[in-house]
């Protein structure tokens, strides 16, 4: 039997099963070899590890990890998808198919129910675009056993959450996902590789997840209220935007001194600032009372 992700084996289960697909669902199966092996070797697994799959499809990735890793516990919302799941992944004994929303899925409960028995577990996926951010962070934030995040999403999204301080696409999202994870992007993926084909260019990016931030922060609550209000309009100072945020007519004068003594020049625009500055940032301005 061939490999399901291949333009004759794809269309043949799509059509004998009458498969519509769903724009909304971010519906775009992979169907290139190559392609898959990148994604599978970057998340670097073995007989001893799990993976974690959001949105099998119709199982072209889902089988690789099958192949690669002890277990594979794959999410999908899609409940048309769920009968198709089960027929092509019959041979394989070592995956677990979960029906539902991975945004509602109680996701340590599932880890705890799956992986008990793996040493580490990589999250590998070919993600819906619409909810690429709000996954990604649910997974990092969450604080899940999870050793690295391997996943194919829009470029431009990949990009800034790769970017550095000083470049035009680093921003709430770079600082988000820097602070839990050391991104590297693996490679840019060409529109062929998917039936249908997406109307935005792809890339698969591997987060390395920190055992520990690369910054000790009082309260993370607080340093992420400091992050957004930085960015809140980019083209104003940071001290212009904190004064917005943070500040009154009455105390509004405070601020320079405050940013002074965290070594920011108040001048400057949010976007230039590494996250060991909004660390600084926030540590002064709680111990202000801010
Ligand atoms: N992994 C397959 C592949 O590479 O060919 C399919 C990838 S396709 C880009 C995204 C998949 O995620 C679809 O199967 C879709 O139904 C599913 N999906 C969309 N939103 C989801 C959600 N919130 N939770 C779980 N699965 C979701």
């Known amino acids: 039997?061939?490999?399901?992700?291949?333009?004759?084996?794809?269309?043949?289960?799509?059509?004998?099963?009458?498969?519509?697909?769903?724009?909304?669902?971010?519906q775009n199966f992979l169907i290139d070899q190559n392609i898959l092996h990148k994604i599978v070797d970057a998340a670097n697994l073995d007989e001893n590890k799990g993976a974690l799959e959001i949105g099998p499809g119709i199982g072209a990735l889902t089988e690789k990890l099958a192949q690669a890793a002890k277990k594979v516990t794959a999410v999908e919302i899609d409940q048309r998808l769920i009968p198709i799941l089960g027929e092509v992944l019959e041979p394989y004994p070592n995956i677990y198919l979960h029906h539902g929303d991975v945004l509602k899925t109680d996701l340590p409960a599932l880890f705890q129910e799956n992986f008990s028995d793996v040493d580490t577990v990589s999250v590998v996926a070919n993600l819906p675009y619409y909810v690429t951010t709000p996954i990604l962070m649910k997974l990092l934030e969450e604080k899940l056993p999870i050793d690295n995040i391997v996943v194919m999403i829009q470029k431009e999204v990949a990009e800034r959450m790769?970017?550095?301080p000083g470049t035009k696409d680093y921003g709430t999202l770079s600082i988000a996902v820097q602070y839990y994870s050391e991104p590297k992007l693996?490679?840019?993926?060409?529109?062929?590789?998917?039936?249908?084909?997406?109307?935005?260019?792809?890339?698969?990016?591997?987060?390395?997840?920190?055992?520990?931030?690369?910054?000790?922060?009082?309260?993370?609550?607080h340093f992420f209220e400091v992050v957004h209000a930085s960015f809140a309009q980019r083209r104003k100072t940071i001290a212009n935007n904190l004064k917005s945020r943070f500040f009154t007519k009455e105390n509004k004068d405070e601020l320079e001194p405050l940013l002074l003594k965290a070594g920011i020049e108040p001048t400057r625009r949010g976007e230039t600032l590494s996250i060991e500055e909004y660390a600084r940032l926030s540590a002064v301005l709680l111990e202000a009372g801010i």
Do not use: W
């Not at 840019?188 to 055992?211: D, G, M, Y």
């Open 1 to 26: 039997m061939d490999e399901i992700a291949t333009p004759r084996r794809t269309k043949e289960i799509i059509a004998r099963h009458g498969f519509s697909f769903k724009k909304s669902l971010g």
């Open 162 to 164: 790769a970017a550095s």
């Open 186 to 221: 693996v490679c840019i993926v060409p529109h062929t590789v998917f039936i249908p084909q997406p109307n935005v260019e792809s890339a698969v990016i591997r987060l390395k997840v920190r055992e520990k931030p690369p910054v000790e922060v009082i309260s993370e609550k």
